[in-house]
């Protein structure tokens, strides 16, 4: 399929998860996410923050464990600004606002430069076998992930398993090294 049938198809397999199904798969994501990514030499993860009318997947778990668990590890979080992304470090949630498009992001902090990064969480609707992923159309992430170092781990999570082959991949379409899904792992 292509991305724009495969946006269309996911959003409305997201639409269709009951809220209670949609908890139990966000739990099965933070713990398989634990499982998937060591994380001892990791010392600053970009995090996306989910967009609840969507219904991604929420990472606020992740994010909270992270605090609890591993708290030499620095958290980023995205801002939109000139149509690019810009990261900052997480100070609390005293920094953070909802933007015109209804997505909570920094109002202010300390910018964390993108080679700082060791590992993002990519926001996405579908990804393939090959770690290919179809986001929301407008390139933000991908453009954001050339910023980064090449080892910089490209994490993305979905409630549901890979397609086979997205049809229509264009080279500046950057690959996830892990996806994880409430049941599998997927390593490319």
Same mark, same amino acid.
């Given at each position: 399929?292509k991305?724009?049938e495969?946006?269309?198809?996911?959003?409305?397999?997201?639409k269709a998860?009951?809220?209670?199904k949609?908890?139990?798969?966000?739990?099965? +994501?933070c713990?398989?996410f634990? %499982? !998937?990514? #060591?994380?001892?030499f990791?010392k =600053?993860?970009?995090?996306?923050?989910?967009?609840e009318s969507?219904?991604?997947p929420?990472?606020w778990?992740?994010?909270?464990?992270?605090?609890?668990e591993?708290?030499?590890?620095?958290?980023?979080?995205?801002?939109?600004?000139?149509?690019?992304?810009?990261?900052?470090?997480?100070?609390?949630?005293?920094?953070?606002?909802k933007?015109?498009?209804?997505?909570?992001e920094?109002?202010q902090?300390?910018?964390t430069p993108?080679e700082?990064?060791? +590992?993002?969480?990519v926001?996405? %609707? !579908?990804? #393939?076998?090959n770690?290919h992923? =179809?986001?929301?159309?407008?390139?933000?992430?991908?453009?954001?992930?050339?910023?980064?170092?090449?080892?910089?781990?490209?994490?993305?999570?979905?409630?549901?398993?890979?397609e086979?082959?997205?049809?229509?991949?264009?080279f500046?379409?950057?690959?996830?090294?892990?996806?994880?899904?409430?049941t599998?792992?997927?390593?490319?």
């Open positions: 399929m991305k724009d495969l946006r269309k198809v996911y959003l409305a397999k997201r998860l009951t809220p209670t949609k908890t139990l798969f966000d739990r099965q +994501l713990d398989r634990f %499982l !998937a990514i #060591d994380l001892s990791i =600053v993860v970009h995090f996306y923050l989910p967009i969507k219904g991604e929420d990472t778990l992740i994010i909270d464990r992270i605090q609890t591993f708290p030499h590890i620095q958290l980023s979080l995205p801002k939109i600004k000139d149509n690019e992304i810009e990261s900052f470090y997480f100070e609390g949630m005293h920094q953070l606002e933007n015109s498009w209804g997505i909570v920094p109002k902090g300390m910018s993108p700082k990064i060791d +590992l993002v969480l926001p996405l %609707l !579908a990804f #393939d076998n770690g992923r =179809v986001g929301y159309g407008k390139g933000f992430y991908d453009r954001f992930l050339k910023e980064c170092r090449p080892e910089c781990q490209k994490v993305g999570l979905s409630f549901f398993s890979a086979d082959k997205i049809e229509d991949i264009f500046e379409d950057i690959a996830l090294s892990i996806a994880i899904t409430p599998q792992i997927y390593t490319f």
